[in-house]
């Protein structure tokens, strides 16, 4: 069973709702920083930040390329309204609602893709991965990364708690997708998150904290794809 982008799309306003948006930042900062730190900006690359929620990676992109452009795109037109109402946002930043499985830009417009925590969402993956190579120009790269994988096994439960469909894959399946996707090269890595456990502990996620420990060693999954 695949969720719909409409199903999507009201699952994720109700988190925007609930302020779970803001959340996002404080759950994934630590390790997205590192992700960035991978991928090789310059002053004036043009990043998309799939799936951007309120536009937290998306302003930590901004900042690293001042000459360029960073772009968030998400289903939620609430979590896109937050992102717009920020108060904070770089001139070099904006955000854009994603209404249909096209991406809403041209041919080859950006030099990097980041997502964090989105690509399991996506009714269809594949078409997801097409949509990415379609918008990168020669030589792109994109960088996806996903906490809910078939390596980290203390994330598996949360098929339990999410209110619409998810896909279950692991790093090999995402770069099989990647390659039929049309992208030259793709490679898989764990990233181990170097957060502290919380206090108190995320009690919905993780059944103790020492399984939530455990989960952190393993880390998130980035699913790194070239053009």
Not at 144 to 165: D, G, Q, S
Not at 221 to 227: G, K, P, Q, S
Request: net charge negative; aromatic share 8%.
């Amino acid at each position: 069973m695949t969720s719909s982008l409409s199903q999507l799309r009201d699952e994720f306003d109700r988190w925007a709702d609930e302020g779970r948006g803001e959340k996002m930042q404080e759950g994934h900062h630590a390790v997205t920083e590192i992700i960035i730190g991978r991928m090789g900006l310059a002053r004036d690359s043009r990043v998309l930040d799939l799936g951007c929620g309120t536009g937290w990676a998306t302003r930590l992109l901004a900042a690293r390329v001042p000459g360029g452009l960073a772009v968030g795109l998400d289903v939620s037109e609430q979590m896109i309204r937050r992102a717009r109402e920020h108060g904070a946002d770089p001139p070099n930043a904006n955000f854009r609602v994603l209404r249909s499985e096209r991406f809403p830009f041209q041919d080859g417009v950006f030099t990097h893709c980041l997502s964090i925590e989105s690509l399991y969402y996506h009714p269809d993956i594949a078409a997801t991965l097409g949509e990415v190579h379609r918008v990168l120009a020669p030589g792109g790269a994109a960088y996806l990364m996903v906490n809910f994988c078939k390596e980290n096994p203390y994330t598996h439960r949360w098929a339990e708690l999410i209110k619409v469909p998810v896909h279950l894959l692991g790093g090999g399946e995402y770069c099989a997708m990647a390659r039929q996707a049309g992208f030259a090269r793709c490679r898989h890595e764990m990233v181990p998150d170097p957060a502290p456990i919380p206090e108190p502990y995320d009690p919905v996620h993780y059944e103790s904290r020492e399984a939530m420990r455990a989960s952190f060693a393993i880390g998130a999954l980035l699913v790194t794809a070239e053009r």
